[in-house]
């Protein structure tokens, strides 16, 4: 697949696949890859290619990452609304049951992980597991497909379906737990959070300097790991994905070990995609309950 129509080689495929589709102002006087100039004062449009997507700087968004991860989590609200409403007293079957199992599951691992009182923890548990797990799903859908199907209808040059392969996914997601972490731990604990950045380990004045240094580290440290792990698992399992497509083109006697090794590592990914959303939610709740802790 190319965005111009031409054959792409294999690092041009791979890179290819692995550039969003993004939207920003390119500086005055950029010259694109078509010969144009950007006029005074810049120009907002959709890059064409990694190089201008970088040239767009900070204010740039992927649109891509943006839609999937919105669209998804409005699929997640819909669908468990539907369910709630159609819940009965009577025993589930089908969906019903299974939405039942997950809430459950969410439920007893927020009461085993959790040792505060806060109504808050178990719906934005269960919000974090379904929904990275439904980014993490959308991995399974063959590679191509999407978008070369949005490239043919709407001529859409790129598209990257798995919102949790872009690290300002994972971040965003990371960082807005930080900020629960912050505001938790300033409205249980008071002053005693600025002790236990201070005061410990070396609980003396004399070491305020050196133990706010570890401590800050350490708490800042949380989120960035949180949404890295994230990201580096399912942006390795795409790469994945997208060098067995890679091996089709090689030629027809490669069809059928392409096709093995594309059902064989998407089974062994649906064990990925659930565990890494199961421990973005588990630490999520571990590091909430750490800021409920007052000592």
């Not at 959070?193 to 800042?220: C, D, K, M, S």
């Not at 792990?229 to 089709?248: D, P, S, T």
């Amino acid at each position: 697949m190319a965005a111009n129509g031409s054959e792409l080689t294999v690092a041009g495929y791979i890179k290819h696949h692995l550039t969003n589709l993004t939207y920003g102002k390119l500086p005055e006087g950029y010259k694109r890859d078509n010969g144009d100039v950007v006029a005074s004062g810049g120009e907002w449009t959709v890059a064409h290619g990694g190089e201008e997507a970088t040239a767009m700087g900070f204010n740039a968004i992927h649109l891509d990452s943006m839609f999937w991860s919105l669209g998804l989590g409005f699929l997640f609200c819909w669908l468990f609304r539907q369910v709630a409403k159609k819940a009965t007293s009577d025993t589930p079957s089908g969906l019903i049951n299974l939405i039942e199992m997950v809430v459950e599951f969410v439920d007893g691992t927020v009461r085993d992980t959790f040792h505060g009182r806060n109504p808050v923890i178990a719906p934005l548990a269960l919000t974090i597991f379904v929904w990275v797990f439904l980014m993490n799903f959308m991995d399974l859908i063959p590679v191509d497909l999407i978008p070369e199907a949005l490239l043919l209808a709407f001529g859409i040059p790129y598209q990257k379906v798995v919102p949790s392969t872009d690290p300002n996914i994972t971040m965003g997601m990371a960082v807005g737990v930080f900020f629960l972490m912050v505001y938790y731990s300033i409205k249980v604990k008071g002053f005693g959070f600025v002790r236990e950045l201070t005061l410990v380990p070396f609980n003396h004045p004399a070491f305020i300097p050196l133990n706010f240094t570890i401590e800050f580290v350490g708490f800042l440290a949380k989120p960035f790991s949180l949404g890295l792990r994230l990201f580096g698992n399912m942006y390795a399992g795409e790469m994945v994905f997208i060098l067995i497509a890679v091996i089709f083109s090689a030629g027809v006697a490669w069809m059928v070990p392409a096709g093995l090794l594309q059902i064989g590592w998407a089974i062994f990914h649906i064990l990925v995609i659930t565990l890494q959303a199961f421990i973005f939610m588990v630490l999520t709740i571990v590091y909430l309950s750490m800021a409920h802790e007052d000592h």
